[in-house]
């Protein structure tokens, strides 16, 4: 399973890596750096399902699963469908 966010998508990207001191010299490349998303693994219980799901979530997603409730977030990434 790749190291993505169910809800938000997140997940690693390419940056440069140059800090200024290269920037100043003519030619010295520092190559690519791999820039990895904060992923946590959360158990996350539903009361309106009355059970609970474990996810791989970014730390954003958290905050949002916080802010507006397990069901609301979780339903409306299309995690969730209702009968």
């Not at 003519?26 to 158990?43: C, S, V």
């Amino acid at each position: 399973m790749a190291k993505v966010c169910a809800i938000t998508k997140r997940s690693s990207i390419n940056g440069g890596g140059y800090s200024n001191r290269t920037r100043a010299t003519q030619f010295n490349p520092t190559g690519l750096r791999r820039r990895r998303a904060n992923l946590q693994k959360k158990r996350i219980y539903v009361p309106e399902l009355g059970q609970s799901v474990t996810l791989t979530l970014s730390t954003r997603a958290i905050k949002t699963i916080q802010k507006n409730g397990a069901f609301a977030t979780l339903k409306k990434a299309g995690l969730i469908k209702m009968k």
